[in-house]
């Protein structure tokens, strides 16, 4: 059939699954939207969520694609556009979000010229690569299914990452013969129930960017090998103890990883971008509070789907003489400055099932596990007394807790709050708890909750900030009041980037620059947007506040006036600050 490039781009997306789009509009982009209206006129299933600010279309659709599994797109502009998105794409690159980044580019027979048209970039190819798996870019109408379709395999297929696929303005006009693609694998959502998209891979081996070849790695059957030595090494210790990253939620292997450490009685200590992966409530749940008590005294420890690293780039230590296994799936986190005798390439809930079956093979020692209930109890509630000790933060956490159900998903930004909720919410459900991963990407809180909701409109979503971050990306109270968003933001308002400011107190003798904030009354502000807003001065009030917003439709905000507030950081990283700025 005859098509634009804009619509078989429009007519490839609808096939692979996607059901949003997140953009900011603008002349490079003319056709695409007009193709959008027309399939929409028609029945077609996408929505487009236009956005005050690429930053925060990009922020959307990278939290949408982390929660739901399904491809999060946002369309932007070249030049600008792009430069706006690629906070949210490096974030997507480090929370293994498989989202789609499409980019208009300036006519083909002008690129590379240096002629200075409108919204060009010398090496806009260049810039996506830096911060996606894969990118391309369409050279002719025809090319463009296939390409969005390779787009989508390849975001999800291996580890999960952002791709980018740039088609210039002229091929969007342009006319040819094109065919779309079959429907895509995997594009119903994934949940703890389904078989999830990659689980149809088999570790990771067809990650179209994988090596093939005698450089490929070990077979199939030299896997079921390292998985049988695994569980050995595992049946063998006194005192298993499982640790685990990112990975885990993001490939929806919650379940299968309860059940092993079930299996083993073996306690699971979970990165701040695990939160959930094992309910908080489980007995052998742990947070990385416990990583310093527990590491030491396993003999053998499996860390999956977490780089195992130290903020300062080194190991996590392990007792002397403890057997490591690394299981992974990005071969990247499976080297030094890792020690590990055993390492698999997987994806990480067929790794972790697997595992449970090979177990079932692996000869059992005479010795029971030398975890006791008591020690296990006792590290816990060490952990549990040294949160509650940082006040006032942890009557705000707790009051967060109360008020959101226990399914409902914490957006988690770089505040002095946020900074206790990363080991002090309790999370009970995973993919519940988001972060912005080593990325710190400050502001991206409020813009990834709004994608967030509208993945997943049946679930109370809060997104809570400082009044630094939140800043960055208000505008996009618009966007929740245009389309009826029911995200609740929650504002703590130092009038500060208290980070930096305490950081310049203790390190620098009090010369402050750049730290205070001229922040605005932000219950005036939303209510500016026709947002409700209330302040809440106490967490007693904040709970209370917070319950009445989630049991009304659309967006609302809630002030929160806060004074200077002690450091948390002795807690989380030994008194390291580390480089963030709220």
Known sequence: MELSGAQALVGQLEREGVRHVFGVPGVQLDHVLDALARARAAGGPIEYIAARHEQGAAHMAEAYARTTGRPGVCLVVPGPGVLNALPAVATGYACSSPMLCVAADIPSPLAGRGLGMLHELPDQDGVLASVTKWSARAGAPDRIPALVHEAVRRSRSGRPRPVALTIPADVLTARAEAELEPAGRGVADRTEASTGPDNALRYGIEDADAPTGPEAGASAESETDVLAKIAGVLRAARRPLLYVGGGVPASWAGAALTALAEELAAPVVMSRNAGGAVPAQHRLAFTSLAAPRLLPEADAVLVVGSRFVSPRGTALPTAPGAAVALINADPADLGPPRPAGLTLCADARTALEDLRAALACAPRPGAETGWQPGELAEVRAWCERKVESVEPQWSFVRALREAIPDDGILVNELTQVGYLAAVGYPVHHPGTFLTPGYQGTLGYG???????????????????????????????????????????????????????????????????????????????????FSVPAVRAETPARLAGALKECLSEPGPSLIEVPVAEMPSVWPLLLGGSPGSVRD
């Open 446 to 528: 409020y813009p990834s909750a709004l994608g967030v909701k509208v993945g997943n409109p049946d679930r109370a979503v809060v997104s809570i900030n400082g009044d630094g971050g939140f800043c960055w990306n208000m505008q996009e109270l618009a966007t929740a009041r245009k389309y009826g968003i029911g995200v609740s933001a929650v504002v703590f308002n130092d009038n500060a980037y208290g980070n930096v400011r305490r950081i310049q107190a203790d390190e620098f003798e009090g010369r402050f620059i750049g730290s205070d904030l001229a922040s605005p009354d932000f219950v005036r502000l939303a209510e500016s």
